[in-house]
């Protein structure tokens, strides 16, 4: 295997240890970095680390520091801190198992791929895998990595399996702070089944390929539209003025939702589950001159 194992260790179940190495599932995708440069010259600008009182200091006359008081440091060596005893360094043991549904989304942070370290640990990696997917559950413990401990979960992937991180409990705001404004009121019938059939229309398999970043390639074509002009003119994209929805607008949700169900080929469900309005229909029958005879009738019953 090419890529570097993240961790190195195994996976403790009672008394079952299972050599098992760790990668990486996941990777930075395509990005635009950009650096400072001062104008005047066009030199970039570059960053010095200075002490205080002393000016620009070598590299390896820095330490850590935890500070205990204003001005007092307790200073520690990276040798120091990599000899900080922790069984979770170099054992995962799985000391409960949970429902996948019992754990937040909030609570994931990272995956990363699990695989036997060597031939003699591949039936016992199979046989917990086995186990995991028969079972339904997923495994949690604690793993050190890279200066912390994490609480982790670990289930069936394929072939293999998934680690993945999870954050502690208080690392996690509480939702019900954000979430609280809002009204706990039950929604028209109508709309919903609108919704629900628009959501129908819409439904497919997950492609991740179908995704990408629309961000990145607008700030390309950017820079390269600003590379081929001459001189060192703004260019500034023009404002979506269609697109913003402002405080004052009355959105017509049931119409927005009419609408919706046309453009993705359900026109006549929109129409069925969701009649028009008879105010629109009044004001039509006012405004359209050539349904004078429409009108003769409701004229004769009020006679």
């Given at each position: 295997?090419?890529?570097?194992?993240?961790?190195?260790?195994?996976?403790?179940?009672?008394?079952v240890?299972?050599p098992v190495?760790i990668?990486?599932a996941?990777?930075s995708?395509?990005?635009?970095s950009?650096?400072?440069?001062?104008e005047p010259?066009g030199k970039?600008?570059?960053?010095e680390k200075v002490a205080?009182?002393?000016g620009?200091?070598d590299?390896?006359?820095?330490?850590k520091?935890?500070q205990?008081?204003k001005?007092?440091?307790?200073?520690?060596?990276?040798?120091e801190i990599?000899?900080?005893k922790?069984?979770?360094?170099?054992t995962?043991?799985?000391?409960?198992?949970v429902d996948?549904?019992?754990i937040?989304?909030?609570?994931?942070?990272?995956?990363?791929?699990v695989v036997?370290?060597?031939d003699l640990?591949?039936?016992?990696?199979?046989?917990l895998?086995?186990?995991l997917?028969r079972?339904?559950?997923?495994g949690?413990?604690?793993?050190?990595?890279?200066g912390?401990?994490?609480?982790?979960?670990?289930k069936?992937?394929?072939?293999?399996?998934v680690l993945?991180?999870?954050r502690?409990a208080?690392?996690?705001?509480?939702?019900?702070?954000?979430?609280?404004?809002?009204?706990?009121?039950k929604?028209d019938?109508?709309?919903?089944?609108?919704?629900e059939?628009l959501?129908e229309?819409k439904?497919?398999a997950?492609?991740?390929?179908?995704?990408?970043?629309r961000?990145?390639?607008?700030?390309?074509?950017?820079?390269e539209?600003k590379?081929?002009?001459?001189?060192?003119?703004?260019?500034?994209?023009?404002?979506?003025?269609?697109?913003g929805r402002?405080?004052?607008?009355?959105v017509?949700?049931?119409?927005?939702l009419k609408?919706?169900?046309?453009?993705?080929g359900?026109a006549?469900?929109?129409?069925?589950?969701?009649?028009a309005?008879?105010?629109?229909?009044?004001?039509?029958?006012?405004?359209?001159?050539?349904k004078?005879?429409?009108s003769k009738p409701a004229?004769?019953?009020?006679?």
């Amino acid at each position: 295997m090419a890529a570097r194992a993240y961790w190195q260790g195994q996976i403790r179940l009672a008394l079952v240890s299972i050599p098992v190495e760790i990668y990486s599932a996941v990777k930075s995708g395509a990005s635009v970095s950009f650096r400072q440069i001062h104008e005047p010259t066009g030199k970039p600008i570059k960053y010095e680390k200075v002490a205080e009182g002393v000016g620009p200091v070598d590299a390896d006359d820095i330490m850590k520091g935890y500070q205990i008081d204003k001005g007092e440091y307790v200073l520690l060596d990276q040798d120091e801190i990599d000899s900080v005893k922790l069984e979770s360094k170099k054992t995962l043991e799985l000391t409960q198992f949970v429902d996948a549904s019992d754990i937040d989304v909030l609570y994931y942070e990272k995956p990363y791929f699990v695989v036997p370290a060597d031939d003699l640990a591949e039936e016992a990696f199979i046989v917990l895998r086995e186990a995991l997917r028969r079972t339904k559950k997923v495994g949690l413990g604690q793993l050190a990595m890279r200066g912390r401990e994490y609480v982790v979960s670990l289930k069936p992937c394929g072939r293999g399996m998934v680690l993945e991180t999870l954050r502690y409990a208080d690392e996690v705001n509480r939702a019900q702070g954000y979430f609280r404004d809002i009204p706990d009121a039950k929604p028209d019938e109508e709309l919903l089944e609108l919704a629900e059939a628009l959501i129908e229309k819409k439904s497919a398999a997950f492609d991740p390929k179908e995704f990408h970043d629309r961000y990145v390639d607008a700030l390309k074509d950017l820079i390269e539209r600003k590379r081929k002009q001459k001189g060192n003119r703004k260019i500034i994209e023009e404002k979506d003025d269609g697109g913003g929805r402002s405080a004052s607008n009355v959105v017509d949700l049931m119409a927005a939702l009419k609408k919706s169900m046309e453009k993705s080929g359900g026109a006549g469900a929109a129409t069925k589950s969701a009649p028009a309005k008879k105010p629109a229909a009044k004001t039509a029958s006012r405004t359209a001159p050539a349904k004078k005879t429409a009108s003769k009738p409701a004229a004769r019953k009020r006679a």
